[in-house]
């Protein structure tokens, strides 16, 4: 079963502490939100679900496919089925897209990697995003607009097919037609994968295009309130101040 279960999680950084007792339940096939002000904790939960060593996990536990991954390594996390498409893609000068993409799914494939279905699945979905087919054979990021940088996350996943998505801000810096790729090129994925997904945004526009199950809001290191898709109107509205979003809907009603 392709569940990711957080317990209790504790994590710091410099010794700072950025997570708090946080808790978190996906099930296979189930899309998740996580919204909230900037500096509470969203990229950093991501960062240490895939195993960056930059934070430290004080306390808690992270299992998926019922094995503790805190114990793995951030490659092993990636042939478990985890992905991060991260806020910030990193610009790697002298690796080409194609060249990274190549290797990492000849090591995830093994012996049944295909270079000429490779090549016909990358010139697939580059169009199916609208990027420009020649970027793939660019230094990875470099010179990259936001909106390419964005896509190029998605242009991953689609190849990697991973189980348990993430994706860390996928809609900052893209205007409305990229958004709106991004987003239905999501929720084509997931209809063809049936993978759990895990969406970190403090905007409500890419809830235009994505269902979610579940809308968690999280402060200071810990969700603060759960609820359906309903919440991200209230947000919306309201902002994360709770209590004063709880007070101004009774008024209205
Ligand atoms: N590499 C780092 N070094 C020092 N502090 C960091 C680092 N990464 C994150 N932090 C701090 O952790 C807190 C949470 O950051 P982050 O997870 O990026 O927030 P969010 O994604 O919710 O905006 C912030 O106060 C940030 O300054
Ligand atoms: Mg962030």
Known sequence: MNHLQIKNLNAEIEGKQILKDFCLDIKEGEIHVIM?????????????IMGNPTYTVTNGTITYKEQ???????????????????????EIEGVTGADFLRTALHE????????????????????????DKNMIHRSINQGFSGGEKKKNEILQMYLLEPSFVMLDEIDSGLDVDSLKIVGENIMKYYHEKKP??????????LLD?????FVHII???????TGDASLVKEIEKNG?????SESTVKEEV
Do not use: C, W
């Open 196 to 205: 759990a997904i895990l969406i970190i945004t403090h905007y409500q526009r």
């Open 68 to 90: 503790n991954i805190l114990s793995l390594s951030p490659d092993q996390r990636s042939h478990l089925g985890i992905f991060l498409g991260m806020q910030l893609p990193n």
């Open 108 to 131: 995830k494939e093994g012996d049944s990697f295909n270079l000429m279905r490779f090549i016909k699945r990358v010139d697939e979905i580059s169009m199916q995003l609208k990027m």
């Open 219 to 225: 402060k200071e290191g810990t969700i603060i309130k």
């Open 209 to 213: 295009y994505i269902k979610p199950d």
């Open 36 to 48: 909230g002000p900037n500096g509470t904790g969203k990229s950093t939960l991501s960062k240490i």
């Open 240 to 244: 994360f101040d709770l209590q004063d």
